[in-house]
């Protein structure tokens, strides 16, 4: 009769804590978590307890892009176990955790999780639009655009070209600007034209909605470079008689300055009997 054996049967314990028996993976932003989100009632060893039907609740824990979790948030456990199918969180970012909580029952904090911005949706000023400069020279704050997704979220590597639209000028790049990791596309610089008045430069990529965006920019009159001078009547006159002179302030462009305080001598020059009267 030796050995005896002697058998004997474990049971479950009491229901006390939450466990996740599938946490969440890495998604896109408004795209549901998948698999699905499932939670498990155990007692105090981690064995499930079957007779468990808790009301058990998931919340984001660590939110490192200020996201919001949406979906069916609060489950009812069936046979210890509660599945949320369709989460998802809203904004970008790398390092989400969630937590799983349920009345007396110790809860559970899930492994880190990453969130990648979804398909590039739309385009925008980002910076540089209605600006002033010189005719002739580069505006002083380069443009740039702004691509998110459809929850706002900045999105990398979206190509965006840049053109002159009106005004004449130049714009460097004229090959495509890739987005960089804050969503942003910028040029190295935009030139106005030499012709004072509107500039227009566009920012276009195909099929986001408000491509293409248009930046507008005016170029003012330069530093006086010379002076025009016409004469009423322009007509032979008798000696004696009076003309009109008008002088016209012009920068380096030929553009006319329209701001006032630049001061013009008249003088007469060669060996002519006349004189210049009538300044002031």
Do not use: C
């Amino acid at each position: 009769g030796s050995p005896v054996t002697f058998t004997a049967t474990g049971t479950v314990g009491a229901a006390n804590k939450l466990l996740f028996v599938q946490p969440p993976t890495d998604a896109v932003a408004g795209v549901g978590i998948s698999p699905s989100v499932t939670e498990e009632v155990t007692d105090v060893n981690g064995n499930r307890v079957t007779g468990a039907s808790d009301s058990i609740t998931l919340a984001i824990g660590t939110n490192p892009g200020s996201g919001t979790l949406s979906g069916t948030k609060t489950v009812s456990a069936s046979s210890g176990l509660a599945t949320f199918a369709g989460l998802s969180i809203n904004k970008a970012g790398i390092g989400y955790t969630l937590t799983a909580s349920a009345t007396s029952r110790t809860g559970a904090t899930s492994s880190t999780f990453s969130i990648a911005a979804g398909v590039a949706s739309t385009i925008a000023v980002n910076a540089g639009n209605g600006q002033s400069a010189t005719a002739g020279s580069a505006v002083a704050t380069d443009p740039s655009v702004l691509v998110t997704d459809a929850n706002g979220n900045p999105k990398a590597g979206v190509s965006v070209t840049f053109a002159v639209a009106t005004g004449g000028g130049t714009v460097v790049p004229t090959s495509a600007v890739t987005t960089d990791a804050s969503g942003i596309a910028t040029v190295t610089s935009w030139t106005l034209g030499t012709t004072a008045g509107a500039n227009s430069l566009t920012a276009t990529s195909a099929g986001l909605t408000g491509s293409p965006v248009t930046f507008t920019a005016t170029g003012t009159a330069g530093a006086a470079a010379e002076v025009q001078l016409t004469m009423t009547p322009t007509t032979s006159l008798a000696s004696g008689t009076t003309r009109t002179l008008t002088a016209t302030l012009k920068d380096a462009n030929g553009n006319t300055l329209t701001t006032s305080g630049t001061t013009v001598t008249f003088a007469k020059s060669g060996s002519g009997a006349g004189t210049v009267s009538g300044l002031g």
